[in-house]
DNA sequence: ACCTGAACACCGTTCAAGT
DNA sequence: ACCTGAACACCGTTCAAGT
């Protein structure tokens, strides 16, 4: 499994594939099939390896339950943004792992430290959690393909051309469409969904 | 390209190669790099064909603005949910066709006429539109793999599972996990969405 | 100039056969 | 019983060669 974790590191899960692996224990790709059910398995259990290296303040103040939940929840966006094919994949993964596990336990715990409801408290876990993993997977594909840059340059450059009478709206909003740095615009969200979440009630 | 719509359709993304469609207009999968740069961009071209069908109530009374966002987000989704794996391709495509910039200035003047400050606004709408993607993705999944199924019963378990010592915060939480219905929790999360947004000052 | 057959360089997964 | 070579059934993309 480290072998599986350096490959994803020095050459991106794009590289990780059952043959390479394979090649890299000197055997053939049958024999990683006694170890793991399928690719999405093997990709499940690096995310669990890689959550064990996320600080988890389970204790402390708790006054200081939305810093908390802040915390965690950049540190977990942040971790997947370095491996953004690794976050695609967890997107439709429903991960499993006890590092997992325990990063939805110290969610709970945050939220409820905060006294909001268990129901609100349950559906909100998910909610943060799902914004880090998409916004990995969406912004962290910047970088690592040349085409993706290019789209992005092409979607700014269509905005940029978008005529005033077509998109009124997006011609007003033009200038704030972009705006804004990575980590601007996720501590706004993550504000966004910690005040929903904390305010809207379920049914 | 109706014939991509078609084989999406009626077999799915997954089964929408490059080679199969090509065999289906009776040439070679290399003529059709003459249309498409590469398999995201027909991606791209078939979101936006989908887009053209969903109702943009663009007029109407500016108070109910709140519920034009819901039913357009909601339909939006719904679109989604039923082709999961072209939500996952959406996720790193950032579309760019007519249909998907008139849906975002829909959005943006629904925003707008709730009075929600600008940059507020054009964060919000990228938020709105990932929480769309990213659901259609990660529960879109349901049915489309018997493994998909299978993963989600898995955590179902580990879940009920989970010992109290260990995971103490799941054990209170438990029965809210998975509670509610599918519309139910989208519905929640909207609003969570829309209130966050509306009050949520961007720095 | 426009189109495409054939090849390049790969995949994940299965299973019969070996140890 | 445990492991694996080789095969199955595919991919997206490129490019030299034809029309």
New binding site residues.
Partial sequence: MTAALRIMREEGLE?L????LAAELD????????YVQ???ELHAALLDELLADIALPHTGPVARWRDGLIDIMTAYTVLLFQHPSLARSVLTLRPSGPNYLRLIDTLLGLLNAGGVPQRQAAWGVNLLLQHGTATAAEQGTRGESVEADGEQLALMWLVEEASSEDYPNIDRARSEIFSGTGPERLSWALGVLIDGIVTTSAL
């Fill in positions: 590289r594939t059952m043959r390479r055997t053939g790709p049958a024999s990683l099939y006694v399928n690719m999405a």
